[in-house]
């Protein structure tokens, strides 16, 4: 994912340092995820939505598709339909 904001790429570049095992998609979204989450205070998929939207300069519908199918565990352009992003944080 290519990230307009510097505080959102240096935030993807911290989750990937802490969690080294996390694929380049598991990063992004997970970075994506909880710095929306932190900048809007809320874990709630539109208002993250909207502050990723804003941060980054695309629209709303776009951010929020790209959210919601990260955290259901599927990409659309994904070969194999309902392949998961499952991973082990243990």
């Not at 990063?27 to 900048?39: K, Q």
């Not at 539109?46 to 565990?73: D, H, M, P």
Request: hydrophobic share 35%.
């Amino acid at each position: 994912m290519k990230y307009n904001s510097a505080y959102l790429k240096q935030w993807s570049q911290e989750v990937s340092r802490h969690f080294p095992n996390l694929s380049l998609p598991q990063v992004s979204g997970l970075a994506t995820w909880s710095f929306g989450m932190m900048m809007s205070r809320s874990s709630s998929l539109t208002q993250v939505s909207e502050c990723i939207a804003q941060v980054n300069g695309e629209k709303f519908t776009n951010a929020r598709q790209r959210l919601q199918q990260w955290y259901r565990g599927r990409r659309r352009t994904s070969p194999y339909p309902g392949a998961s992003l499952a991973f082990d944080i243990s």
